[in-house]
């Protein structure tokens, strides 16, 4: 991190010139079209984040599909919440987690349970976000073939966004997506002993 430039003078200088910088950014980026974002990483946030995004569309009364892989019948804050909204369509994948199924073909046809509901919601037009929370693991797991979901992801509707979350996200998600962040663990309260709090983790 650069230090801080005390002179006031100087310091309006750097400032200009970052506005400068940043203003013909923002006029350069004009096109306006659906776009992926793609939050991977170890660290805590992805779901909220993508969750975060659900309320912002909502807000602007747009149309709104969400399917959660892997969380099973785990009952969360967000899902009683955001299943009372309008414009909302939310599919939860009908197993859990994988290491509580135990069971690879169940998880299989679980997963392409999940997707099916998912494709739907990619091929219509009226939907103007998807968020497939904790794709990556079905993925990586080859619950699903990459190549057909990768496909499914390129196809969808132009002008509709997209969202993908989970941990160890593959390459080629990585050079799909159009925006890509990695959340870093630092630390986690569940290591020090701390169960999992209503209202910040369920």
Do not use: C
């Not at 004009?30 to 993508?50: H, I, M, R, W, Y």
């Not at 496909?151 to 941990?167: D, I, Y």
């Amino acid at each position: 991190m650069s230090k801080a430039i005390k002179d006031p003078e100087k310091h309006q200088q750097r400032m200009q010139n970052i506005k400068k910088h940043v203003d013909k950014r923002i006029a350069k980026a004009q096109e306006d079209k659906g776009t992926f974002v793609l939050l991977t990483g170890n660290g805590k946030g992805k779901s909220s984040s993508a969750l975060g995004m659900v309320a912002r569309a909502l807000g602007h009364g747009m149309k709104v599909g969400v399917v959660q892989f892997l969380k099973g019948e785990w009952n969360t804050g967000e899902i009683d919440f955001f299943k009372q909204q309008e414009n909302v369509r939310w599919e939860i994948m009908p197993s859990g987690f994988t290491w509580e199924t135990q069971n690879r073909d169940a998880d299989i046809a679980s997963s392409e349970e999940a997707w099916s509901n998912a494709l739907s919601m990619l091929n219509d037009p009226d939907v103007d976000l998807v968020v497939l929370d904790e794709l990556t693991y079905l993925l990586h797991y080859e619950y699903l073939n990459e190549d057909e979901v990768l496909k499914a992801l390129m196809n969808r509707p132009e002008n509709q966004h997209l969202v993908v979350t989970g941990r160890g996200a593959s390459e080629a998600l990585i050079e799909l997506a159009d925006t890509v962040s990695e959340i870093k663990e630092v630390k986690h309260a569940f290591k020090r002993g701390i169960k999992a709090q209503k209202g910040l983790e369920f």
